[in-house]
């Protein structure tokens, strides 16, 4: 392969029947002990953080966070600019008459909830993201038909292309691909 | 047994969500076909019908803009009318939407997939026919920006215990949440979309709109509780915007406005009608674009069943503001009430009562709730009469404490052409989004498909 082109190696990907298959095949891929690895498909498959040994997502704290950093300068800029920096008497209320500043308070905590959650799920997804090794494999693309595929990635320190694809072999992949590129 | 022979299913058993064998192939090549076929004659003439009514809504806002709020049929006591009649009804219609996606969501109605995306952009595309009044009734409308709270020459911030900034707050809000779950749930269609791509047109823009979703377990584990937290927190926001745009009228003391039945009532009604214009939105779609696979017959009639539900909600709450206008021994509560029912807008609660009561009604027949034409006529109806709920509400300027201040209310051809113009800019929306965006979220159909469970054939 790393003849005359200098190709890097991306990733091994393999296919597997269906989402059942998939997600037996992700438990003998980390009981392996590989960890750069992940499995595509087409939506979401229940069960398959547990097979893959994967932590808890913590889109919630991000979002918490900032939901709560919402309300709080939600708060704040109310009372700042209604009885500090513009008090302004109306209908005889005090300047700081917090209970008619709950509404705006509570949708700048949703708003900034809001905000967090796909922000923080773009992030730690690392999107947007132009361009990915997988990218190179006319058969990747089919994850987001109706197929069911794992890949190995090249920075997984067990990665050897070659013993990667052997290992697929034994636990039943199909359309097993080294996927390099330049 | 006889419920068996009645639904063709054993008691007990769920009807299948999605109909005609589909595999998830075939549910990928269904949906994004719509969006990457050519367009259709019947797309190009509804769309060229639907674009003239924006011209019409762009002309006579301009109008408005040149001449003033004098231009529609605005007086002393009624200072209000179309554009907050209107600004409600758009607000109201688009929390089925929300409710659809989020609410529905949360209690793991699985039926919901098959609807969500094209409810959610309707709430987006009548949030934006909504956001439109507030904006144009303004008459200075090139201070618009004062309402938020920005820095200006005059060092002024707006009054934030006032009704009225609240709702910009709840309704901005509320676009730019049911925008952010509207586009979280498109970015693994977009995908679909771009692996799909031919042209390198496509290539580009499905490439930058899909954000370069790789559907791995690693995103979509992400991705899950993202789309879970927004709609925990836009479940809320279905309750809170309607009641804090009901607070516009319950905060005053106008008699028939100053009331606490307002804000659930103004929220049961929107729910009401909002399942109306997706019903009505959901008949055409499927016929036109042949989605009965996806949109059965099942996911209509328990629509129908919200409606019915919702509907004699907002039955009640007719009732239930006549006889606490009665039984508060206030004469300017109970003459308001009267006066809605036999005064000078008599017509007009009528209209209300027949079809937003009387209407659902046909829901418990169960043949009824069943037939298309029945709930597509029947959907109409109620959105004309929620329509006339929101002006009946409005009219209550007509007649306040004073008889000497008395007017009658009558739109000009400039607020009737702010209305139509403003169904020509929602369905002009519509439509750009049902061919240029797939209509059914395919990655959710797909995932409650039987074989997408990995435990299904007892292989697991």
């Known amino acids: 392969m790393a003849t005359t082109t200098q190709k890097r190696v991306y990733s091994v990907l393999a296919e597997f029947a269906t989402s059942g298959e998939l997600l037996k095949a992700a438990e003998k891929v980390r009981d392996a002990g590989y960890r750069k690895f992940d499995c595509h498909s087409p939506f979401p498959i229940h069960g398959m953080d547990a097979a893959m040994g994967l932590p808890r997502s913590k889109v919630g704290y991000i979002a918490g966070i900032s939901g709560l950093c919402g309300g709080l300068f ?3 800029m109310q009372w700042w600019t209604s009885s500090v920096d513009y008090p302004v008497v109306i209908s005889g209320k005090p300047y700081f008459s917090f209970q008619a500043f709950i509404i705006v308070t509570f949708g700048l905590t949703i708003l900034g909830a809001a905000l967090g959650a796909v922000v923080g799920m773009l992030f730690l997804n690392r999107l ?9 494999s006319e058969n990747f693309k089919r994850f987001s038909d109706d197929a069911f595929i794992i890949s190995i990635e090249s920075d997984d320190p067990n990665f050897e292309p070659e013993r990667v694809r052997k290992f697929f072999e034994t636990i039943g992949g199909r359309n097993i691909e080294v996927v390099a590129g330049e | 047994m006889s419920v068996v022979e009645k639904t063709g299913l054993p008691p007990g058993a769920e009807a299948p969500l999605v109909t005609g064998g589909h595999t998830f192939a075939s549910i990928s090549n269904k949906i ?8 259709s004659m019947v797309w190009l003439l509804s769309f060229g019908a639907a674009f003239s009514f924006v011209l019409l809504l762009i002309g006579s806002i301009g109008y408005l803009f040149w001449e003033g709020t004098g231009i529609w049929g605005l007086n002393v006591p009624v200072g209000w009318g179309y554009d907050i009649v209107n600004f409600v009804f758009w607000v109201g219609i688009g929390h089925a939407g929300t409710l659809i996606s989020a609410v529905l969501f949360l209690f793991r109605q699985r039926w919901r997939t098959s609807i969500n995306r094209f409810s959610e952009s309707m709430t987006l595309f009548a949030v934006i026919c909504a956001l439109m009044f507030p904006a144009i009734h303004v008459g200075r409308v090139w201070v618009i920006y004062w309402v938020f709270p920005l820095p200006n020459q005059m060092g002024m911030w707006p009054n934030f215990r006032s009704p009225l900034l609240w709702d910009v707050f709840a309704v901005s809000i509320y676009f730019t949440c049911s925008f952010l779950f509207w586009y979280v749930g498109l970015i693994p269609d977009l995908a679909t979309l771009r692996d799909r791509a031919v042209t390198r047109v496509r290539k580009f823009v499905f490439g930058l709109l899909s954000f370069g979703w790789r559907g791995g377990n690693r995103q979509w584990k992400n991705y899950e509780l993202a789309y879970l937290i927004l709609a925990g927190i836009s479940t809320p926001l279905v309750l809170s915007v309607h009641s804090v745009v009901s607070t516009d009228f319950a905060t005053s003391v106008i008699p028939g406005w100053h009331t606490t039945i307002f804000p659930p009532y103004f929220v049961a009604g929107a729910i009401f009608s909002g399942f109306a214009m997706v019903m009505s939105l ?5 016929k036109l674009l042949n989605l009965h696979d996806f949109i059965t017959v099942d996911h209509l009639e328990k629509m129908n069943k919200i409606m019915l539900v919702t509907g004699m909600m907002v039955g009640y709450a007719y009732a239930c503001e006549f006889f606490i206008a009665w039984y508060s021994g206030s004469i300017y509560e109970s003459f308001a009430f009267i006066n809605r029912a036999f005064g000078p807008y008599a017509w007009a609660y009528w209209i209300m009562v027949t079809c937003n009561v009387l209407v659902p009604q046909l829901f418990w027949v169960r043949k009824w709730r069943r037939t298309v034409a029945v ?8 959105n004309i009469g929620m329509w006339f709920e929101r002006f009946v509400i409005v009219m209550s300027l007509a007649r306040d404490y004073l008889p000497s201040s008395w007017d009658y209310y009558k739109p000009t051809i400039w607020d009737v052409a702010t209305l139509v113009g403003s169904f020509g ?4 929306l519509f439509l750009l989004f049902a061919r240029f965006v797939p209509m059914i979220a395919m990655s959710e159909v797909k995932a409650v498909l039987p074989q997408a469970d990995p435990h299904h054939g007892g292989t697991h």
Do not use: C, D
Not at chain 2, 282 to 286: I, K, L, Q, T
């Open chain 1, 74 to 76: 939600g708060m704040w």
């Open chain 1, 128 to 136: 947007p993201q132009w361009f990915h090794g997988n990218f190179y």
């Open chain 2, 32 to 39: 994004s076909e719509i969006v990457e076929r050519k367009t």
């Open chain 2, 282 to 286: 959901a008949v055409v779609a499927r």
């Open chain 2, 425 to 428: 800019l929602f369905f002009t």
């Open chain 2, 375 to 382: 709930m597509f006529v029947a959907s109409i109806l109620i």
